[in-house]
């Protein structure tokens, strides 16, 4: 018997993972990035709008910072309860009188 000649034919490459191709896993064609498209939904941000809400979250971050610190002190008794109660009742008052002042109504 003789050798018979087979010639292998190669199927072009497909994207398709499902299926053996025949190719190496990592096989990428020269058509692999042609349907690639890129910052489809991106925003854009005003600066000053990013820096007026990265504020707002600061200020979040440090009430909940200055809860845990006035638990754990109350905790250790270190800080009475009522001394809390009338700081931030003059708090209150004087950040009042100053948003008045300098915001007047119109």
């Known amino acids: 018997m003789g050798k018979k000649s087979v010639t292998k034919t ?6 398709i993972l499902y299926e053996n191709q025949g190719y190496p896993d990592d096989y990428v064609d020269k058509s692999f990035l ?3 498209r890129k910052n489809l939904y991106t925003r854009t941000y005003e600066y000053w709008n990013v820096v007026r809400e990265s504020g707002v979250v600061a200020q979040h971050i440090y009430s909940v910072c200055m809860f845990v610190a006035a638990f754990i002190y109350m905790d ?3 800080l009475c309860p009522a001394i809390l109660i009338a700081f ?4 209150t008052i004087l950040g009042y ?7 007047p109504s119109s």
């Open 10 to 15: 190669t199927r072009p490459w497909r994207k």
């Open 88 to 91: 931030i009742f003059i708090s």
């Open 97 to 103: 009188i100053i948003n008045r002042l300098l915001l």
């Open 34 to 36: 042609e349907d690639m």
């Open 76 to 78: 250790t008794g270190r």
